[in-house]
């Protein structure tokens, strides 16, 4: 089956800093979503982008889909960024069902 | 707030005792997905359905968990005779929109088995 992997596994920044995480996936994807999950659990909806750029505020994220990856920008990161970003892929068999990397865990200090 | 609700939001039992976990979704989508995720993983896929038919079951839904969705609503996640690998959060989602690739997530149900 399709393989996703993210990069960096952790990630330590300062408030105010910028970072990039990446999603690898080793086959054609029908979509893409970028999720962020709090500390409480909660899964959050950051962007669904099979392809192309997107923006939300300091987020953004690119999917370049004939190379199989996609970035999530961070800007000025806040503490409220830390939790644990996933990177999630519907395979382009189409069986309807989300592949999930194992994330990234960030965290921003003060 | 994502306009999927589950509930109970937290869940301690013994081993051996069965529980139950609902979710109600976007009222307007007929798909509905249970994934489960333990610590330090992302979430694996368990079950899907649309409307009231179960069109797909993970083999991670081992003959003691079943699902339903009786009136193509809301679904029902049952768990018999647990046991403490089934400790985990229990994640239900839907859609939501016009676009029905894009899914969004209940708060889920944290299960912790004694």
């Known amino acids: 089956g399709i393989q996703v992997e993210q990069s960096p596994p952790d990630l330590i920044l300062q408030e105010g800093a910028n970072s990039t995480l990446r999603c690898n996936f080793s086959?054609?994807?029908?979509?893409l979503q970028w999720f962020h999950q709090n500390p409480w659990g909660q899964l959050i909806n950051l962007f669904y982008?099979?392809?192309?750029?997107k923006q939300n505020g300091r987020l953004s994220a690119t999917t370049v889909a004939t190379e199989r990856y996609s970035l999530l920008y961070i800007s000025s990161s806040q503490t409220t960024d830390s939790g644990v970003y996933f990177c999630?892929?519907?395979?382009?068999?189409?069986?309807?069902?989300?592949?999930w990397g194992l994330g990234t865990s960030l965290a921003v200090n003060p | 707030d994502t306009g999927v609700s589950q509930n109970p939001r937290h869940k301690i039992t013994k081993r051996g005792q069965n529980v139950t976990f609902r979710c109600d979704p976007i009222?307007?989508?007929?798909?509905l997905y249970w994934y489960r995720q333990t610590l330090g993983q992302g979430p694996e896929f368990l079950t899907y359905?649309?409307?009231?038919?179960?069109?797909?079951k993970s083999r991670l839904l081992s003959d003691r968990f079943s699902a339903e969705r009786p009136k193509g609503s809301f679904s029902t996640l049952e768990i018999q005779r647990t046991e403490q690998g089934d400790s985990a959060m229990y994640l239900c989602?839907?859609?939501?929109?016009?676009?029905?690739?894009?899914?969004?997530f209940g708060e889920g149900s944290r299960l912790t088995v004694l």
């Open positions: 982008i099979p392809s192309g750029t």
């Open positions: 989602a839907s859609p939501r929109g016009t676009n029905t690739g894009e899914l969004f």
């Open positions: 086959d054609s994807v029908n979509n």
């Open positions: 009222s307007e989508h007929n798909r």
């Open positions: 999630a892929v519907e395979s382009a068999g189409n069986n309807r069902k989300l592949i």
């Open positions: 359905f649309q409307n009231e038919a179960q069109l797909e």
